[in-house]
């Protein structure tokens, strides 16, 4: 069947009365109910009836576009961090100053991340990518007019402006997966969403190196970040242009029963805060919001500090320091996509979520232990195996969360998981910092470690608890009981007919 044919995907059965429905909802909700129930196929009378439903093929578009844009953000969070003694000697400011051009990034989440889930759920998709891209845009152009020594405050607020735009973008993967996307390929498409994310940092590993060398002569140095800034604008412009043009709220018609109920529910019956109180009652979620931001939070860590622990071991290696970041990210990429069309096939999410959490620990272990032995190959292997699985698992958290949380809204859970990613990232690069810069870089690395193994086992007690699976096979149920009723009541009416006796032959 073609993908552009409707199809009865079978998610939930919706009542005449949604009112009733949409309270019997939330209720069961608040009961700790695994999920709105479907109809009793038995009792289908004409007045139930499953929704229409529809795969577009411009979903690939929409989830690709915003990949772009999330790398052209994420490539600027770590631009600055991943040469950090050059910029030091450029602005002529200390490592710690440098290091809060990526925090910022952390910083900014925290306090907008409740209002922007809000203008999520009331203004929608479109609106969001609009203001993300722009801002990001804006941003970009600041920092153009910032290459001068004495203008690092100028540079500064273009990173802001950035940070500010990633507020708009870290918590649309799974948002725009369910909107878009077939309860069958939610998961990869997700995995898509994160994957430009992560790109985008790998990006920044590599590039900025590059473009970038560590020259003596400041107007020649100043000519070489003028570069990058001006390429970055023009790709942020660019994006911005495509996003006006070609990205769009929602489709016509949901991919799911599940997002047709849940387009269903009037907007008065829709509090934001009764959500976010709802979500902060549902105890599983609570355990993944602190696991999550755990092992998150050590990647910002790792991800904003690589320079120094780099230069330290191996002076001089700023380039390998960023192909290293690469390698970390590049991997994380590929674990990421292999773990989200695993997760589609197999659903099992508390399983591949602690397998995977696990081994982000044994490889920080073995990263941490490898780091100082003088051979930069080992290095590259041992950072590889850490940014598998620790990137890796970023799509897992949002599914997870999706399904503990369902049909609450999407960008609501993944806000909460990565406000707490946002402040672990803080927490941790601060201490992780001023450890290395005290005891080494062995010290700072064992200091996650221990937040890692501290998060696993955190992992091991969350009640797999998945609503959108139940709610999937629900509605199928439904679906498949109105179809073998109507096959029952035609073989009933075939049955009634008065057999007619069979000719005489011929004599």
């Given at each position: 069947?073609?993908?552009?044919?409707?199809?009865?995907?079978?998610?939930?059965?919706?009542?005449?009365?949604?009112?009733?429905?949409?309270?019997?909802?939330?209720?069961?909700?608040?009961?700790?109910?695994?999920?709105?129930?479907?109809?009793?196929?038995?009792q289908?009378?004409?007045?139930?009836?499953?929704?229409?439903?529809?795969?577009?093929?411009?979903?690939?578009?929409?989830?690709?576009?915003?990949?772009?844009?999330?790398?052209?953000?994420?490539f600027?969070?770590?631009?600055?961090?991943?040469?950090?003694?050059?910029?030091?000697?450029?602005?002529?400011?200390?490592?710690?100053?440098?290091?809060?051009?990526?925090?910022?990034?952390?910083?900014?989440?925290?306090?907008?991340?409740?209002?922007?889930?809000?203008?999520?759920?009331?203004?929608g998709?479109?609106?969001?990518?609009?203001?993300?891209?722009?801002?990001?845009?804006?941003?970009?152009?600041?920092?153009?007019?910032?290459?001068?020594?004495?203008?690092?405050?100028?540079?500064?607020?273009?990173?802001?402006?950035?940070?500010?735009?990633?507020?708009?973008?870290?918590?649309?993967?799974?948002?725009?997966?369910?909107?878009?996307?077939?309860?069958?390929?939610?998961?990869?498409?997700?995995?898509?969403?994160?994957?430009?994310?992560?790109?985008?940092?790998a990006?920044?590993?590599?590039?900025?190196?590059?473009?970038?060398?560590?020259?003596?002569?400041?107007?020649?140095?100043?000519?070489?970040?003028?570069i990058?800034?001006?390429?970055?604008?023009?790709?942020?412009?660019?994006?911005?242009?495509?996003?006006?043009?070609?990205?769009?709220?929602?489709?016509?018609?949901?991919?799911?029963?599940?997002?047709?109920?849940?387009?269903?529910?009037?907007?008065?019956?829709?509090?934001?805060?009764?959500?976010?109180?709802?979500?902060?009652?549902?105890?599983?979620?609570?355990?993944?919001?602190?696991?999550?931001?755990?092992?998150?939070?050590?990647?910002?860590?790792?991800?904003?500090?690589?320079?120094?622990?780099?230069?330290?071991?191996?002076?001089?290696?700023?380039?390998?320091?960023?192909?290293?970041?690469?390698?970390?990210?590049?991997?994380?990429?590929?674990?990421?996509?292999?773990?989200?069309?695993?997760?589609?096939?197999?659903?099992?999410y508390?399983?591949?979520?602690?397998?995977?959490?696990?081994?982000?620990?044994?490889?920080?272990?073995?990263?941490?232990?490898?780091?100082?032995?003088?051979?930069?190959?080992?290095?590259?292997?041992?950072?590889?195996?850490?940014?598998?699985?620790?990137?890796?698992?970023?799509?897992l958290?949002?599914?997870?969360?999706?399904?503990?949380?369902?049909?609450?809204?999407e960008?609501?859970?993944?806000?909460?998981?990565?406000?707490?990613?946002?402040?672990?990232?803080?927490?941790?690069?601060?201490?992780?910092?001023?450890?290395?810069?005290?005891?080494?870089?062995?010290?700072?690395?064992?200091?996650?470690?221990?937040?890692?193994?501290?998060?696993?086992?955190?992992?091991?007690?969350?009640?797999?608890?998945?609503?959108?699976?139940?709610?999937?096979?629900?509605?199928?149920?439904?679906?498949?009981?109105?179809?073998?009723?109507?096959?029952?009541?035609?073989?009933?009416l075939?049955?009634?007919?008065?057999?007619?006796?069979?000719?005489?032959?011929?004599q």
């Amino acid at each position: 069947m073609s993908e552009e044919q409707a199809v009865p995907l079978g998610d939930a059965a919706l009542d005449a009365d949604q009112s009733k429905t949409d309270l019997e909802i939330h209720g069961k909700l608040e009961a700790g109910d695994a999920a709105p129930r479907a109809g009793n196929p038995s009792q289908l009378d004409g007045r139930e009836a499953l929704q229409p439903t529809r795969l577009y093929k411009r979903r690939w578009m929409i989830v690709l576009l915003f990949s772009s844009y999330s790398l052209c953000n994420s490539f600027q969070w770590i631009q600055y961090g991943i040469i950090n003694n050059i910029f030091m000697k450029f602005y002529n400011v200390d490592a710690f100053t440098i290091d809060w051009m990526s925090m910022i990034y952390m910083l900014t989440y925290i306090p907008f991340i409740f209002p922007v889930t809000w203008l999520l759920d009331k203004k929608g998709l479109r609106v969001i990518a609009l203001v993300a891209t722009a801002l990001n845009c804006a941003g970009t152009w600041i920092k153009v007019a910032s290459v001068k020594p004495n203008l690092f405050a100028v540079t500064f607020l273009g990173q802001m402006s950035c940070s500010f735009a990633q507020v708009f973008i870290l918590g649309m993967p799974s948002r725009i997966a369910s909107v878009w996307f077939g309860s069958e390929e939610v998961s990869t498409a997700c995995s898509i969403g994160v994957f430009g994310n992560q790109l985008g940092i790998a990006i920044g590993f590599l590039v900025p190196p590059i473009l970038v060398p560590n020259v003596d002569d400041m107007d020649e140095l100043a000519h070489h970040i003028s570069i990058m800034f001006y390429i970055t604008a023009g790709v942020a412009t660019l994006l911005f242009i495509l996003v006006i043009c070609v990205f769009q709220e929602r489709p016509k018609l949901p991919p799911t029963q599940a997002q047709a109920t849940a387009r269903s529910i009037p907007p008065e019956h829709y509090s934001y805060t009764a959500s976010i109180l709802r979500l902060l009652r549902n105890r599983p979620f609570n355990l993944l919001i602190v696991t999550y931001g755990l092992n998150v939070g050590c990647f910002y860590a790792v991800g904003t500090l690589l320079n120094r622990m780099i230069i330290e071991h191996y002076p001089g290696e700023e380039v390998n320091a960023g192909r290293i970041g690469l390698t970390i990210v590049i991997a994380g990429m590929v674990g990421s996509l292999i773990c989200g069309i695993w997760l589609d096939k197999t659903k099992t999410y508390k399983q591949t979520t602690l397998a995977v959490y696990f081994m982000s620990l044994v490889g920080m272990v073995v990263y941490a232990s490898t780091l100082s032995l003088q051979h930069l190959w080992v290095v590259f292997i041992t950072a590889g195996a850490l940014g598998f699985f620790m990137t890796g698992y970023l799509p897992l958290g949002f599914e997870f969360a999706v399904e503990l949380t369902y049909p609450e809204s999407e960008g609501t859970s993944s806000g909460l998981l990565n406000c707490s990613a946002q402040v672990f990232g803080i927490i941790f690069t601060i201490c992780q910092g001023k450890i290395m810069d005290r005891f080494g870089t062995l010290a700072g690395n064992i200091f996650l470690c221990v937040f890692l193994l501290i998060g696993a086992i955190m992992t091991g007690f969350i009640k797999s608890d998945l609503r959108r699976q139940k709610a999937n096979l629900m509605a199928k149920a439904a679906a498949e009981g109105q179809m073998s009723g109507q096959d029952y009541g035609a073989t009933a009416l075939i049955s009634q007919q008065p057999e007619t006796p069979p000719a005489k032959p011929d004599q």
